[in-house]
């Protein structure tokens, strides 16, 4: 069964970055989509980057310019390099895998890390 566990969050001041990590107990390569989503207390998770199989990545209005989703094949590893944070994109991240398995279209979620953007 496919696992990811997110890694890099923490308190940064605003203006600061932090790269989230994403490591994923598969062969990413196949996969039909990874993403990032995030979600703040008392609002829905919404999708912040996602990359597709292909590698065409798309970002959400609110982080381009300052986001990036990017991946690497050969560690199973998906990464979100995050820049000129803000308070408003304290929230909790998850990483999702959307993948094909026999047959079956599967999604699974890591189980988050806290970034919070605060002086």
């Known amino acids: 069964q496919v696992q990811l566990v997110e890694s890099g969050g923490g308190l940064v001041q605003p203006g600061g970055s932090l790269r989230l990590s994403c490591a994923v107990s598969?062969?990413?390569?196949?996969?039909?989509?990874m993403g990032w989503y995030r979600q703040a207390p008392g609002k829905q998770r919404e999708l912040v980057a996602a990359i597709r199989s292909g590698g065409r990545t798309n970002h959400a209005d609110s982080v381009k310019g300052r986001f990036t989703i990017s991946r690497d094949n050969a560690k199973n590893t998906v990464y979100l390099q995050m820049n000129s944070l803000k308070p408003e994109d304290t929230a909790g991240y998850y990483c999702?895998?959307?993948?094909?398995?026999?047959?079956?279209?599967?999604?699974?979620w890591g189980q988050g890390t806290q970034v919070t953007v605060s002086s």
């Open positions: 999702n895998a959307d993948y094909t398995s026999n047959g079956v279209r599967i999604e699974r």
């Open positions: 598969g062969s990413i390569f196949r996969f039909n989509a």
